[in-house]
């Protein structure tokens, strides 16, 4: 089962600035990977499959980069809206396994 | 615009069936297969399995034996059960729609609490 690892657990920033959250896999999962955005009590939303390739809908201030094991989701200038868990998701190997998650909170 | 929603027991005893079912709108249930994903306090999301309306199946190996999905086209529904419930089966548990090439889920449910205790 491939091990994916999120860093930082929680990350602080202002509205306005940029988030840069990390993601890496215990093994290569080429560009096999999605990210959520989880809001409490809400329903997780998709916003990038395929590395970097944003969901519909999702606005362009995210993006995400990365293939192999090492892997980013950028949040380029912070929104309200935009304060939640983030997931990553490989989906290569046979489980699909995530991430423990990085919160990101309001500074 | 595509909706699932988890209906089910909020409470289950130790070695019993845990049950639930989600209900799609806005989608048929035949066109694509469907998920159920779980999160147990402290720790990671776990995918249990897929099911697809014509029988096929992809199941979590970790919780395999215990599990089956089923589906009822008629009320646009799919279920899971868990069997032989543990503690450690205490979870919030999402119902999600896979993607149409891609083990990753398109839409979610937002998931219904499970506790398991006697």
């Known amino acids: 089962e491939i091990v994916m690892t999120q860093s930082p657990a929680t990350v602080s920033v202002s509205p306005g600035e940029r988030a840069t959250l990390s993601c890496r896999a215990s093994q290569t999962v080429t560009t096999s990977l999605a990210w959520f955005q989880q809001k409490p009590g809400q329903a997780p939303r998709l916003l990038i499959s395929g590395a970097s390739t944003r969901a519909t809908g999702i606005p362009a201030r995210f993006s995400g980069s990365g293939s192999g094991t090492e892997f980013t989701l950028a949040i380029s200038s912070l929104q309200s809206e935009d304060f939640a868990v983030y997931y990553c998701?490989?989906?290569?190997?046979?489980?699909?396994?995530f991430g423990q998650g990085t919160k990101v909170e309001i500074k | 615009q595509v909706q699932l929603q988890e209906s089910g027991p909020g409470l289950v005893k130790p070695s019993e069936t845990l049950s639930l079912t989600c209900t799609v709108a806005g989608a048929s249930i035949t066109s694509y297969y469907w998920t159920w994903i779980r999160h147990s306090p402290g720790k990671k999301l776990e995918w249990i399995g897929n099911?697809?309306?014509?029988?096929?199946?992809d199941y979590n190996p970790s919780l395999e034996s215990r599990v089956t999905m089923s589906i009822d086209t008629s009320k646009n529904q799919f279920s899971l059960n868990l069997s032989s419930v543990t503690a450690a089966d205490t979870a919030v548990y999402h119902c999600?729609?896979?993607?149409?090439?891609?083990?990753?889920?398109?839409?979610w449910g937002k998931g219904t609490t499970v506790t398991v205790s006697s």
């Open positions: 099911f697809h309306y014509t029988g096929s199946t």
């Open positions: 998701q490989q989906y290569k190997n046979w489980p699909p396994t």
């Open positions: 999600a729609r896979k993607s149409d090439f891609y083990y990753y889920m398109d839409v």
